[in-house]
């Protein structure tokens, strides 16, 4: 079985192909124009199509945060079509009193209101009136919607309203998202929000899925889903904007196998880096995302990203400071070691300087570098701050670092998770060149790298399982009684999920959880559950995330979940290919002096399993490059993997 993982980045769209035993990888530079053009190509080479492909898009996240996602008409009660722009009360920025909210997707003139009203128990306040339900279709075709999202009062505890206007437009042969049938969530904000960006999505989403249906039939086709599961394509109309963060989610998958709990999962691109702890055996998600300011209630995995990746842009700021990021490169023009017209420098391109990244090195075994232009690069914005290229170099690296590092405290320290004692595992093009460093800046224990790190999202994709959720409000106090009516609900829950997996239910695993919440509050833990009183577990949690627990009070459930898992297919892991013999040493210039040393310069391929070495030195590969620097140990495990004793090296090389 021929079976294909593809990661479609901002400046490479990584491939791991797994025929039997023999596994390849590939990276192709990627074509943002028409992201399905870079696949095409690689497929292309093969000898023979796949039989199954997994993909990580980012055709959804592009849509929303570009607004260039579908003409989207809303629907929703009367008095209420402004809802979704007064939002809550938050602000990105409490003291700043210039700070306004973005706009939403739909513009006031494409969301219609309609009569009638159901109650916060369910119970109908008031009917639907006919008569303009009649007359919805017209004044709806008449906005040239390419999209239709619905979203009414206290759907999720009485859809009878959604259905029927859904039934009403429908012979308008335009997609419809119901927000009751997406998420069972009773905040009417984040529902109508989730609703929209999904109607939002699915149209540039299966246009692009339907170009890619003309290099492989679609049944062959899946893709990654924003909480670690692999989609089928069927799917996707109903679940659009579940693949809001689909690229990502691959990678705490692969993470999670090789790191286990206890680890963090960082993954630096050319674009962005995203990290993730896992405490625990489960990939974690949240229903808690933003993309920008606009909520996205599906479950993500629950990491957080930053515009910090090999292609971000250094730059000087008002005040003469050196700034890197989040504006990137990108794939064309690139940085500029590329050779393509980029003329500012990259974190990519003080790496090259800085000797880490030798320049005879061809990237994703293809990509040639050029040294060509880089000094200069680097000159040009080191003359209005009075730095060398040297000095600007090592800028870069460490602005960046200092980035990547809140991020990483952003998801250990600030959640009350001590780093020490952590394991990072380092993948995504750029991140062996940073991971030491941001281990001793934090305390992590030790650093892992993977076997091809580069591609370690697309083999993510291809270990992922097939996903179905099932989930119901319920929003009632606990007591003794309310277990049985759980129990009921958490059945006729997965008894439809399995329905929805058809073949696979047979070897489906299901897990159900309980959102819960303190009377009076409007915000959950979600805890597995069995059956048991669930409050005991409860205050443990509660007391863990926010360190104290009111015990004596009342416990709500909000919700009843079930997740059901499908394993896939088996897949053989990635070797180190072997790479064209170069020199053995690289010039490098370390966190300090003024003058370049000679260092180790080491093909993987040629490690033994056992084998150790102490830093300085490179480590090489056809998808990344590793920098092992002075104080740190590494050695190679029974798979292969690079697992390195940070040591403590030079305290300024990750200084914040």
Same mark, same amino acid.
């Given at each position: ?155 999720? !505890? ?20 119901? !927000? ?295 929003? !009632? ?180």
């Amino acid at each position: 079985m021929r079976q294909v993982g593809v990661d479609t980045g901002g400046t490479f769209t990584d491939f791991l192909i797994a025929d039997g035993d023999r596994v390849l990888v590939m990276k192709r530079p990627s074509t943002p124009d028409d992201p399905s053009r870079a696949i095409a190509e690689a497929l292309a080479r093969l000898p023979a199509p796949p039989d199954r492909l997994v993909h990580g898009s980012t055709v959804a996240t592009n849509a929303l945060l570009e607004r260039k996602g579908a003409r989207v008409v809303f629907v929703t009660n009367r008095g209420f079509r402004d809802l979704v722009e007064i939002g809550r009360q938050d602000r990105p920025s409490l003291y700043d009193p210039t700070i306004h909210p973005d706009s939403p997707p739909v513009p006031r003139e494409r969301r219609l209101e309609i009569s009638g009203r159901i109650g916060p128990r369910g119970v109908e306040w008031a009917p639907l009136d006919l008569a303009e339900l009649a007359a919805l279709p017209a004044r709806v075709a008449a906005l040239a919607p390419e999209a239709i999202a619905i979203g009414l009062l206290h759907s999720t !505890s009485a859809p009878a309203h959604e259905e029927a206007v859904a039934r009403a437009l429908a012979p308008l042969g335009v997609p419809i998202v119901r !927000s009751a049938a997406l998420i069972a969530e009773p905040r009417e904000f984040e529902r109508f929000a989730t609703a929209i960006a999904s109607a939002a999505v699915l149209p540039p989403l299966d246009r692009y899925l339907s170009r890619l249906g003309e290099i492989l039939p679609p049944e062959r086709w899946a893709v990654m889903e924003s909480s670690g599961g692999a989609m089928p394509w069927t799917r996707l109309r109903d679940e659009a904007v579940r693949t809001v963060l689909s690229g990502p989610a691959g990678g705490v998958v692969a993470a999670r196998a090789r790191g286990g709990p206890g680890s963090v999962a960082f993954d630096m691109g050319g674009t962005s880096t995203d990290v993730t702890l896992i405490p625990a055996g489960e990939i974690p998600t949240t229903r808690t995302f933003r993309l920008g300011t606009w909520p996205i209630a599906v479950p993500v995995v629950d990491g957080h990203t930053v515009g910090a990746g090999g292609g971000s842009l250094a730059w000087l700021d008002r005040g003469g400071a050196l700034r890197v990021g989040p504006e990137s490169a990108g794939a064309d023009p690139g940085p500029v070691c590329y050779g393509r017209g980029g003329r500012t420098p990259t974190v990519t391109d003080a790496h090259l300087f800085l000797g880490r990244l030798p320049a005879d090195l061809l990237l994703g075994g293809e990509l040639a570098l050029r040294s060509e232009g880089v000094a200069d690069s680097l000159a040009a914005l080191g003359a209005a701050a009075g730095l060398s290229p040297l000095a600007v170099a090592r800028g870069i690296v460490r602005v960046v670092e200092a980035e990547m590092e809140r991020a990483l405290r952003r998801i250990t320290q600030e959640r009350g998770v001590d780093p020490r004692g952590l394991r990072l595992v380092a993948f995504g093009g750029a991140g062996g060149l940073h991971a030491v460093a941001l281990a001793r800046a934090l305390g992590f224990a030790e650093v892992i790298v993977p076997v091809e790190p580069g591609v370690l999202s697309a083999a993510g994709m291809l270990e992922a399982p097939r996903i179905e959720f099932g989930e119901r409000s319920v929003l !009632s106090l606990w007591d003794a009684g309310l277990a049985a009516e759980l129990g009921r609900a958490e059945g006729a829950l997965r008894d439809a999920a399995l329905a929805r997996l058809g073949g696979d239910a047979a070897r489906a695993t299901c897990r159900a959880e309980l959102a819960l919440r303190l009377a009076g509050q409007s915000h959950e833990l979600a805890l597995s559950w069995s059956g048991e009183d669930p409050r005991p577990a409860f205050h443990a949690a509660y007391r863990a995330r926010f360190g104290a627990a009111e015990e004596h009070r009342a416990v709500e459930v909000a919700a009843v979940r079930v997740r059901l898992e499908v394993p896939p297919p088996a897949v053989a892991r990635a070797v180190c290919a072997p790479l064209a013999k170069r020199a053995d040493r690289a010039r490098v210039f370390l966190e300090e002096g003024d003058a370049a040393v000679d260092v180790p310069r080491i093909g993987r391929d040629r490690l033994a399993r056992g084998q150790e070495l102490e830093g300085p030195a490179i480590v090489e590969e056809r998808t990344s490059t590793f920098w092992l620097p002075a104080g740190a140990r590494m050695m190679v495990d029974g798979e292969g993997m690079l697992r390195i004793a940070p040591g403590k090296g030079n305290p300024r090389s990750a200084r914040r």
